[in-house]
């Protein structure tokens, strides 16, 4: 799957991972990331996993690490939008 601008330049999991087709419509994967803790710098495994929710910009996000979920969106250029609970972008 290309980022929705189909550059394939954007570094986010959801844009270089191997995705399966559960069914039809569904496209899912699972990733693994490093996790930084701000308070030791210990480094941590993250897994990860992402639902394609529609039309190619939302995402259900998964981290089994941090039993955490939420839905992602991301812009036409495949930039992070609004990720709950973390940040969420302002517009001008």
């Known amino acids: 799957m290309m980022s929705p601008n189909n550059s394939g330049d954007v ?23 490093a996790f930084v803790r ?27 690490t941090f039993s955490f979920a939420c839905n992602l969106a991301y812009d036409t250029s495949g930039l992070i939008v609004d990720y709950p609970g973390i940040a969420t972008r302002l517009t001008g």
Do not use: C, K
């Not at 570094?11 to 990331?33: D, V």
């Not at 190619?56 to 998964?62: K, L, N, S």
């Open 11 to 33: 570094a986010s999991p959801i844009w270089t991972a191997q995705w399966s087709r559960s069914n039809r419509l569904t496209y899912h994967t699972r990733t693994t990331a």
């Open 38 to 64: 701000a308070d030791d710098l210990r480094v941590e495994r993250l897994e990860q996993t992402y639902t394609r929710l529609d039309d190619g910009v939302h995402f259900a996000y998964t981290s089994m």
